[in-house]
């Protein structure tokens, strides 16, 4: 074998251990971290790094009842060719609810990373005595997956009634999420749900964090007669698509046996291998287009309803 042959050789061999690196993405189904995650310590300029998000995804449903619309009940069926004479009606925001349903993966690799296993939950809830108006956060579960002198996955679950919910303005909270007893090599599971009573609001979604992210996916699923400016990040590394998809109703009326159904933009936008220093911010934010539905107050600047903290 020649000298040119073996380094064409070794630089094939180079670029597929790369090609396969890169193909390794984390298990999107969580309550079980996979053996490539348990054995994954980061990649490219993030091989140094404290932690590493695994994987965190967010999907975006809306909940809806037949009463939605005060006008034009009629038709069983909400299509793209009466939209615009749905667009006229006044849309009931009683009978629409926003499902956000949030997970996050993290690994410690170092004793100093142990710090990002804490996380921070914005959520909206008005200060106001008079008007309760509050989206709610539910099943939040915290699990830390380690690995005994044996080898032997163990799993424990961190209690979350002590986590500290703080106002951080008279429309805001925040939970506090702490974890304590993390080790390196630890990798820990936060799973939450949001029942939000604004439709005419999305949360922001992040996909940079203070430590590299290997995986970050937003789905969301909106119904058509909600139109959004929707604005995914122009990223090299990020990938969005759209398409028509359908959402059902729910319905007590006897004569729509079958419920309500209404078409939907379904939007699809996920990030791979994506580093804190990049100098191109990848945030998803929106923006509600209807001039008759009131836009409600925003989240507080510079921040999204997750943040792992620093």
Same mark, same amino acid.
């Given at each position: 074998?020649?000298?040119?042959? @073996?380094?064409?050789?070794?630089?094939?061999?180079?670029?597929?251990?790369?090609?396969?690196?890169?193909?390794? $993405?984390?298990?999107?189904?969580?309550?079980?971290?996979?053996?490539?995650?348990?054995?994954?310590?980061?990649?490219?300029?993030?091989?140094? !790094?404290?932690?590493?998000? $695994?994987?965190?995804?967010?999907?975006?449903?809306?909940?809806?009842?037949?009463?939605?619309?005060?006008?034009?009940?009629? =038709?069983?069926?909400?299509?793209?060719?009466? $939209?615009?004479?749905?667009?006229?009606?006044?849309?009931?925001?009683?009978?629409?609810?926003?499902?956000?349903?949030?997970?996050?993966?993290?690994?410690?690799?170092?004793?100093?990373?142990?710090?990002?296993?804490?996380?921070?939950?914005?959520?909206?809830?008005?200060?106001?005595?008079?008007?309760?108006? !509050?989206?709610?956060?539910?099943?939040?579960? %915290?699990?830390?997956?380690?690995?005994?002198?044996?080898?032997?996955?163990?799993?424990?679950?961190?209690?979350?009634?002590?986590?500290? @919910?703080?106002?951080?303005?008279?429309?805001?909270?925040?939970?506090? %999420? &702490? %974890?304590?007893?993390?080790?390196?090599?630890?990798?820990?599971?936060?799973?939450?749900?949001?029942?939000?009573?604004?439709?005419?609001?999305?949360? =922001?979604?992040?996909?940079?964090?203070?430590?590299?992210?290997? @995986?970050?996916?937003? &789905?969301?699923?909106?119904?058509?007669?909600?139109?959004?400016?929707?604005?995914?990040?122009?990223?090299? $590394?990020?990938?969005?698509?759209?398409?028509?998809? @359908?959402?059902?109703?729910?319905?007590?009326?006897?004569?729509?046996?079958?419920?309500?159904?209404?078409?939907?933009?379904?939007?699809?936008?996920?990030? &791979?291998?994506?580093?804190?220093?990049?100098?191109?911010?990848?945030?998803?934010?929106?923006?509600?287009?209807?001039?008759? %539905?009131?836009?409600?107050?925003?989240?507080?600047?510079?921040?999204?309803?997750?943040?792992?903290?620093?």
């Amino acid at each position: 074998m020649n000298y040119s042959f @073996r380094t064409l050789l070794l630089l094939v061999v180079c670029w597929g251990s790369i090609g396969m690196t890169y193909a390794q $993405l984390p298990n999107e189904k969580f309550g079980k971290p996979s053996s490539m995650e348990w054995d994954y310590n980061g990649w490219g300029k993030a091989v140094n !790094a404290d932690a590493i998000v $695994l994987c965190k995804t967010m999907k975006v449903t809306y909940q809806l009842s037949d009463q939605v619309f005060t006008t034009n009940q009629s =038709d069983p069926e909400m299509s793209l060719d009466n $939209l615009v004479d749905f667009s006229k009606n006044m849309i009931d925001d009683a009978n629409i609810l926003v499902k956000y349903e949030v997970r996050l993966r993290t690994k410690i690799l170092k004793a100093e990373g142990a710090r990002h296993a804490n996380i921070d939950i914005t959520y909206y809830h008005l200060n106001d005595p008079k008007i309760y108006s !509050a989206d709610e956060v539910t099943d939040l579960k %915290v699990k830390v997956f380690s690995k005994n002198a044996k080898g032997k996955v163990e799993k424990r679950n961190v209690n979350t009634d002590g986590f500290v @919910r703080e106002r951080v303005d008279d429309n805001y909270m925040v939970i506090h %999420v &702490d %974890v304590p007893d993390v080790q390196a090599g630890s990798i820990v599971e936060y799973q939450y749900d949001i029942t939000s009573v604004r439709p005419a609001f999305l949360y =922001d979604w992040l996909f940079q964090e203070c430590i590299p992210t290997v @995986r970050s996916k937003c &789905d969301i699923d909106i119904p058509a007669f909600l139109q959004f400016q929707m604005n995914a990040p122009i990223h090299k $590394l990020i990938k969005s698509s759209v398409q028509a998809g @359908r959402l059902a109703y729910d319905t007590n009326r006897p004569d729509l046996k079958r419920g309500k159904s209404c078409v939907t933009n379904h939007y699809v936008i996920v990030g &791979d291998y994506i580093l804190p220093e990049d100098e191109q911010v990848a945030a998803f934010t929106s923006q509600i287009a209807m001039p008759h %539905v009131t836009a409600p107050v925003a989240i507080p600047q510079g921040s999204t309803h997750l943040k792992i903290v620093k």
